[in-house]
C-alpha cells in the first residue's frame, strides 16, 4: 500500500524559500519505477500541476514556476522534494505530492490522471 506523507510548509515573506518533503512508503525509490509528481491548490481554484519526474527521473516544470523551483529525489530518505526559492503570494496553496502506478514511463506526467496515489498536502503561505 503505498502512502505520501507530505512536510515542510509554512509561512513565508515574498521572495523567500521553502523547502517541501513527501515521504514515501509502500514504494522504494532507490529499485522501483515510478513517476512522481507536486501539484498545488489555491484556495477557491482547481489544483494545478506544478513539476514532475518520469521514471528515469528527467523533470518538467510549469512555465509558472520554471527556474524557481527545484523537484528532486532523495533515494537515501524515500523522499520526493520540491525547493521552492523566489516565492511569489501566487505560490500560496496547499501542495500535493503524486506517484503513478508502478510502471516505466518516458513522460512526465503533467495531469492528475497519471497519478493513483496522493498525499494529503501541505500548506504554504507566501505574504
Known amino acids: 500500500h503505498v502512502q505520501l506523507v507530505e512536510s515542510g510548509g509554512g509561512s513565508v515573506q515574498t521572495g523567500g524559500s521553502l523547502k517541501l518533503s513527501c515521504e514515501v512508503s509502500g514504494y522504494n525509490l532507490s529499485t522501483d519505477s515510478m513517476a512522481m509528481g507536486w501539484f498545488r491548490q489555491a484556495q477557491g481554484k482547481e489544483r494545478e500541476w506544478v513539476a514532475s519526474?518520469?521514471?528515469?527521473?528527467?523533470?518538467k516544470y510549469a512555465d509558472y514556476v520554471a527556474g524557481r523551483f527545484t523537484i528532486s529525489k532523495d533515494n537515501a530518505k524515500n523522499t520526493l522534494n520540491l525547493q521552492l526559492a523566489s516565492l511569489e503570494p501566487e505560490d500560496s496553496g496547499i501542495y500535493y505530492c503524486a506517484a503513478s502506478a508502478r510502471g516505466y514511463f518516458t513522460y512526465a506526467f503533467t495531469t492528475e490522471n497519471g497519478f493513483a496515489y496522493w498525499g494529503h498536502g501541505t500548506q504554504v503561505t507566501v505574504s
Open positions: 519526474m518520469n521514471s528515469y527521473d528527467v523533470p
